[in-house]
Nanobody, 114 residues
Framework: QVQLVESGGGLVQPGGSLRLSCAAS????????MGWYRQAPGKQRELVAQ???????YYLDSVKGRFTISRDNAKNTVYLQMNSLKPEDTAVYYC????????WGQGTQVTVSS
C-alpha cells in the first residue's frame, strides 16, 4: 500500500520559514518524480515544485528564489524548504509521487498571516 505522509505545515508570519516533509512508503522512491502542489480556497491545485528521479528541479515562477525542493532517497523523503513566506502562499500543500501512476498525500495546511 502506497502512503505519502506530509508534515511540517503550520501558522507562520510573513517573512518566516517552514520546511515541509513527505515520507513515502510502498514505492521504489528513487524511481519516482516527487512534487509539491498547493491549493488555496477557491483556486485550482497548482504545481509548486518538482524534483525528478535524476535530481532535476522545477519551480513555479512565484516561488523561485524562495522555495527549495530536495530529496533524500535513503530516507524515502522529499522536502520543501519555504523561506520569505507571503500571505499568498497560504494553501493546503500536497505531496505527489509520479511515475506511471500518480500518488497523493493527504495534505498539510500552511497559513501565512500576521
Amino acid at each position: 500500500q502506497v502512503q505519502l505522509v506530509e508534515s511540517g505545515g503550520g501558522l507562520v508570519q510573513p517573512g518566516g520559514s517552514l520546511r515541509l516533509s513527505c515520507a513515502a512508503s510502498g514505492i521504489i522512491f528513487s524511481d519516482y518524480a516527487m512534487g509539491w502542489y498547493r491549493q488555496a480556497p477557491g483556486k485550482q491545485r497548482e504545481l509548486v515544485a518538482q524534483i525528478t528521479s535524476g535530481g532535476s528541479t522545477y519551480y513555479l515562477d512565484s516561488v523561485k528564489g524562495r522555495f527549495t525542493i530536495s530529496r533524500d532517497n535513503a530516507k524515502n523523503t522529499v522536502y520543501l524548504q519555504m523561506n520569505s513566506l507571503k500571505p499568498e502562499d497560504t494553501a493546503v500543500y500536497y505531496c505527489n509521487a509520479r511515475r506511471v501512476v500518480t500518488h497523493w498525500g493527504q495534505g498539510t495546511q500552511v497559513t501565512v498571516s500576521s
